[in-house]
C-alpha cells in the first residue's frame, strides 16, 4: 500500500505540516505585535477613561521579540482581560506565549502589591 493509497495517512500529514506552520507563524515578531496591538486596544476600551493613557506596548526597534508593557497597577486587570478574551483566536505558540506574558505581569503585580503592604 502506497501513501496515496491511504487517505488517513495524507490528512496526517496536511494536519502535522499546518501545525508547523502554525507555530513557526505564531512566533513571529509581526504576529506577537499584532496581538500586543489588539490586546493594547481592548484592554484600552475595558478601562475607565483615566486608565486608558496608562496602557501602553511598545516593541523594541532592535530586538523586535521584546515588548514593553507599561501599564498602570490599577490597569492591570483590564490588561489581563484582553489577553484571556483574545487566547482562543490565538495560533497555538502565540497563546503559550501570552499564557506566560499574564504569568509574569501578574507576578510583578503581586510584588509591587506586596511591597505596598509593607
Known amino acids: 500500500m502506497t501513501l496515496e493509497d491511504n487517505p488517513l495517512s495524507i490528512s496526517t500529514i496536511e494536519k502535522l505540516?499546518?501545525?508547523?506552520?502554525?507555530?513557526?507563524?505564531?512566533l513571529n515578531p509581526e504576529v506577537l505585535y499584532e496581538w500586543f496591538m489588539i490586546i493594547e486596544e481592548e484592554a484600552k476600551a475595558r478601562a475607565p477613561e483615566d486608565l486608558k493613557g496608562l496602557i501602553k506596548v511598545t516593541q523594541d526597534p532592535i530586538l523586535p521579540m521584546k515588548f514593553?508593557?507599561?501599564i498602570s497597577r490599577r490597569?492591570?486587570?483590564y490588561f489581563i482581560e484582553a489577553i484571556e478574551n483574545n487566547l482562543d483566536k490565538m495560533p497555538f505558540a502565540t497563546r503559550l506565549y501570552f499564557q506566560k506574558v499574564e504569568e509574569v505581569i501578574l507576578d510583578e503585580y503581586e510584588k509591587s502589591f506586596n511591597k505596598s503592604m509593607k
Do not use: P, R
Request: net charge positive; charged share 40%; aromatic share 0%.
Open 17 to 26: 505540516a499546518q501545525k508547523i506552520v502554525s507555530l513557526k507563524e505564531g
Open 75 to 77: 490597569a492591570v486587570k
Open 68 to 70: 514593553k508593557i507599561d
